[in-house]
């Protein structure tokens, strides 16, 4: 019966002391998108099958080998999401969205599900923030999606992630080139792995993205997409690189990107992350696709999007000590003793969080010596503790935690000011403090 008490492989619980992380997180991305007017989208976790294996391209290893399908009880063959720009075009496209003012700009922040081997950052279930741009074929578009993907981590405070782009061209360059890697690679065909002969055959571009360090050895030498770019990709690519230059956003140019996925034209790239030791992470990735809303039956429409795998994310701003917001703890916790101080302690704390304190009071009838403790264990900033004598007075004393002072409170409509105020008081009284410390003068000698 272990299974009843362990996860499934390859994911992964989020316990309440990690889930503010991740709220931070999301909050932060899906806000700065915005700020790039972006709104989000939510999407089904499932589709039909088809979608996925059109759109994400079935020679790729998503659709080959990590989609989680089933059949469902109608006889429907349908798939958990392993990406989200299939989703966010279907909808979009289902919905008339690209028939409204161009461009469209959505984002989304979403789980998805690859059977992959789990292992360091991979998961089987596992999370991406991205953004899709749909409308404009223009390398502006490409320069706003970069500026957008290089501000997340500004926001965030991640410092070593570097943008590394790269252009796949065109249909018409991607002919030449394809040719080109074949006859490269027509000559390592005894040294590439069993997988990389099939890629050779069905998609030469796939070869560039095999994980194997003796493929990875051969396609370091191999002919470079750009020089087989036609003169309206190069355009496009340098017009690219001119704007971020401009917008003083750093890159690099890294021509052997391909990214695992087979919608891609012209710019792709990816975030990458580089530790001190030198080991290098990708934790995001993205491009644009020329073909794939064709491809679902709409009229031919440029997109260009990213995606980053928010597990990484967070493991990158762990590494680096990245600020993350306080956690909330409770404000005021409301200790009683015997059944009337009992239930005046729900109702005073039902009064508190009504104006939004962060306010507890006994829910396992211990002894108030256990419910202080409780208090301390939970962070509670103020404690307050009924009995008949505070009953019988309407009134009672606000205890500081941290420095045990403390304050008469009326049991009365003025309960909830009180708190405020002397809340406010303290908060003022540790300012000061600080201000002190720092050598700065008294806030009443200042003008
Ligand atoms: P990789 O080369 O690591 O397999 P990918 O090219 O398959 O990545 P994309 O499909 O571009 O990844 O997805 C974008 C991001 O989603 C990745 O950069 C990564 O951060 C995250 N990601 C992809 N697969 C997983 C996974 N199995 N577990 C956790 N994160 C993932
Ligand atoms: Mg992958």
Redesign the pocket.
């Known amino acids: 019966m272990a299974y009843l008490t362990s996860a499934p492989r390859g994911t992964k619980d989020i316990l309440p002391e990690e889930t503010p992380k991740w709220q931070y997180l999301e909050k932060t991305l899906l806000e700065t998108a915005e700020l790039f007017g972006f709104r989000e989208m939510r999407i089904p976790t499932f589709e039909h099958t088809e979608l996925f294996s059109r759109s994400v391209g079935d020679t790729t290893d998503?659709v080959q080998k990590e989609m989680y399908t089933f059949t469902d009880k109608g006889d429907r063959s349908v798939t958990l999401r392993p990406?989200g720009t299939a989703g966010v075009a279907r909808a979009a496209l289902e919905h008339g969205l690209l028939g409204d003012a161009l461009p469209l700009k959505i984002s989304y922040d979403i789980t998805c599900f690859?059977y992959?081997k789990p292992g360091s950052?991979?998961?089987?279930e596992?999370h991406?923030f991205g953004v899709e741009l749909y409308g404009s074929p223009s390398p502006a578009a490409d320069s706003e999606v970069l500026a957008l993907a290089y501000e997340c981590f500004q926001v965030l405070g991640i410092q070593n992630v570097a943008l590394e782009i790269n252009s796949l061209g065109c249909p018409e360059c991607r002919k030449r080139y394809t040719q080109a890697l074949l006859d490269y690679f027509n000559q390592y065909r005894g040294s590439l792995c069993s997988t990389c002969l099939e890629r050779l055959d069905r998609n030469p571009l796939r070869v560039l993205d095999c994980k194997s360090p003796e493929d990875k050895r051969i396609a370091a030498g191999a002919p470079s997409i750009l020089e087989y770019l036609c003169d309206g990709c190069k355009a496009h690519f340098q017009e690219v690189q001119d704007r971020l230059t401009a917008a003083e956003i750093p890159f690099r140019v890294e021509p052997t990107i391909v990214?695992?996925?087979d919608y891609y034209t012209r710019t792709v790239f990816e975030m990458v992350h580089t530790a001190p030791d030198g080991e290098r992470l990708?934790?995001?990735?993205g491009g644009r696709y020329g073909g794939l809303i064709e491809e679902l039956g709409g009229n031919p429409t440029e997109g260009i999007g990213f995606?980053?795998?928010l597990?990484?994310v967070l493991s990158i701003m762990t590494a680096e000590g990245c600020d993350f917001p306080p956690e909330q703890t409770c404000d005021v916790y409301i200790a009683s003793m015997g059944a009337a101080a009992g239930v005046k302690a729900f109702q005073l704390a039902n009064l508190l969080r009504s104006e939004g304190f962060f306010a507890q009071s006994d829910l396992m009838g211990r002894s108030v010596k256990a419910q202080m403790k409780y208090a301390n264990k939970i962070g509670a900033k103020y404690v307050i503790v009924l009995g008949d004598t505070e009953l019988e007075k309407g009134e009672a004393q606000l205890k500081s935690m941290r420095n045990g002072g403390t304050s008469p409170i009326k049991l009365d409509a003025s309960f909830s000011d009180t708190v405020y105020e002397t809340i406010m008081e303290n908060a003022y009284a540790d300012l000061e403090e600080a201000a002190a410390e720092l050598g700065l003068p008294p806030q009443d000698h200042r003008h």
């Open positions: 998503v990406e690859r992959e950052g991979r998961y089987r596992f991406q990214r695992g996925l990708v934790c995001g990735g995606a980053m795998g597990e990484r």
